[in-house]
Nanobody, 118 residues
Framework: QVQLVESGGGLVQAGGSLKLSCAASGRTFSRYTMGWFRQAAGKGREFVGHINWSTGSTAYADSVKGRFTISKDNAKNTVFLQMNSLKPEDTAVYYC???????????WGQGTQVTVSS
């Protein structure tokens, strides 16, 4: 069973940085894509970005492009979301997700709260 555990959320001032981690277990993830999503209060879930575990290729939502970076540590089966130049509108619960590349996301972490104060 795939397990995803996020960590690293917290409260930060606008303009600051946070780095989220997603520890993955239960599979060999070489065929997987790992995604980051977020959900602000009262809003739907929003795609933030993803990384292909095999190739390392990444893609980002326009709203975070140039500010957020996704990376991975193969040895630790961990994916990271480095968030810089944070804005109040980045405030949300951030979720890590996993899927076999090319299929819908079907594994989700419990989420970690990120709050950006103005």
């Amino acid at each position: 069973q795939v397990q995803l555990v996020e960590s690293g959320g917290g409260l930060v001032q606008a303009g600051g940085s946070l780095k989220l981690s997603c520890a993955a277990s239960g599979r060999t993830f070489s065929r997987y894509t790992m995604g980051w999503f977020r959900q602000a209060a009262g809003k739907g879930r929003e795609f933030v970005g993803h990384i292909n575990w095999s190739t390392g290729s990444t893609a980002y939502a326009d709203s975070v492009k140039g500010r957020f970076t996704i990376s991975k540590d193969n040895a630790k089966n961990t994916v990271f979301l480095q968030m810089n130049s944070l804005k109040p509108e980045d405030t949300a619960v951030y979720y890590c997700a996993a899927t076999v590349t090319g299929t819908p996301y079907n594994y989700w972490g419990q989420g970690t709260q990120v709050t950006v104060s103005s």
